[in-house]
């Protein structure tokens, strides 16, 4: 049985509804709070019940209220098929997690369980 592999397709941060990363924890938001990246949490909205906080949406576009389709943070490897993050070190959990099984990963479109995904060696 193959193990999982990070291709470094990028397509659960170019298509963010599929990879269905939406969600940060408290403590992603306490992180981010913590080591001041407001970069990061201005692309953060807080959904309340009442006065109560009960989650936190990512990624929202400051100026449209809306959620992004491709992550803001995500990169591209020049003049390669490669993708990386540039907040890897604070990534939130729900991307930290992702994909959670190989299951998860068939319904998401992610290659990373695939014996040999196409155009990689
Ligand atoms: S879809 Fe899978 S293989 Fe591609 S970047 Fe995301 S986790 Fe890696
Ligand atoms: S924070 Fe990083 S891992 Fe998460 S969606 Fe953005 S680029 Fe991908």
Not at 35 to 55: C, E, K, M, N, T
Not at 59 to 77: A, E, G, N
Request: glycine content about 6%.
């Amino acid at each position: 049985m193959p193990e999982f592999v990070c291709r470094q397709c990028g397509h659960c941060c170019l298509n963010l509804k599929e990879g269905k990363k939406s969600d940060a924890t408290e403590g992603d938001v306490a992180t981010w709070i913590k080591a001041r990246r407001w970069d990061i949490l201005q692309y953060v909205r807080p959904s309340f019940v009442g006065r109560q906080v009960f989650a936190y949406d990512i990624w929202i576009h400051p100026k449209t209220d809306l959620p992004v389709k491709r992550c803001p943070f995500l990169r591209k490897v020049r003049n390669q098929p490669r993708y990386y993050c540039t907040i890897q070190d604070l990534k939130p959990y729900v991307c930290r997690m992702y994909p959670v099984d190989e299951d998860h990963a068939a319904r998401t479109g992610c290659p990373g369980w695939a014996a040999e995904p196409p155009g990689r060696p």
